[in-house]
């Protein structure tokens, strides 16, 4: 004889809440539930898991620099073989990162109506770069003929002939010069076709071809500097610009010190925190071996 069991009465459904009130009554007390659960599941913090926690930090904080640094640092190695030693860097942001502005020359020689300066990457010539550098100008003197003349510029170690457009005509050294050294250059007054170089002695010439001994007490115009005018300095002004080899900039950049004392404390910061990485990692590794030790038993 069997028995009958009579079914089971269905379990009922939770009504959904009608309206905005209900349904907003019904999502903060499910939310309320569920924080209470996590509350009581949640376990109490130790110092395993405070390490393992801040190892995450500031193993976060210090990827990106820590890759920079790496970065640089195969850079800087291979700056001499990849030319970044010599190679100049002249964007605006970088040299106001070193407080550094464009200084165009101040002075230079005016003779016969030419001007000459010395910028900061080209020699001027009425405000035109000459493609002859001549970075250690003794003076200016101007020479030749009325149809052809010439510019005559002086270094310690030669002198150079221009033509009034720039052009180089001749430069001389060495044996072509009847003085080992060039200690300043002038005109004789009165006869401006004749340029004068001096050493010890004092030699002339008209054409930079054969020179002349200048008798002693003899009177000499000798070329000196005199202020640009404005229209010089403004001319020179593109040429002016300062720079650092890209090698410095990445000496600077990988030990903060492009970015002042703040930036050097920053990498100080990440190698803090590498060390600070080192120890937590040791500890964790150390503390989970000993974890799995004491299962095993």
Known sequence: MSTMTSPKPPTPQPSKPRGVVGRLRHFSERALSSRRQHTQVRAKPNLSMTLRTWHKRIGL?????MGWLGFSGFLINQSADWGYDTKPITASWVMSLYGLHPEPPTKGYNVG???LAEAQDATMLDGKPLTTRISHQLGLAVAGTADKPLLFVAEPERVVVLSPSGDLVDEMSGYTLPAPQVRRIGTIPGNPSKVVIQDLDAYVTSDGLGWEKLPVNSPVEWAAPVDLPEAQRNAA???SLPSVTLEHVLVDAHSGRIFGIGGAWLIN???????????????I?????????AARR
């Open 61 to 65: 904080f210090a990827f990106v620099f």
């Open 113 to 115: 109506g030419h001007w």
């Open 237 to 239: 002004m593109p040429f």
């Open 269 to 283: 910061f990440v190698g803090l925190a590498s060390m600070a990485l080192s120890i937590t990692g040791v500890w």
């Open 285 to 293: 590794i150390w503390r989970t071996n000993q974890q799995r030790k």
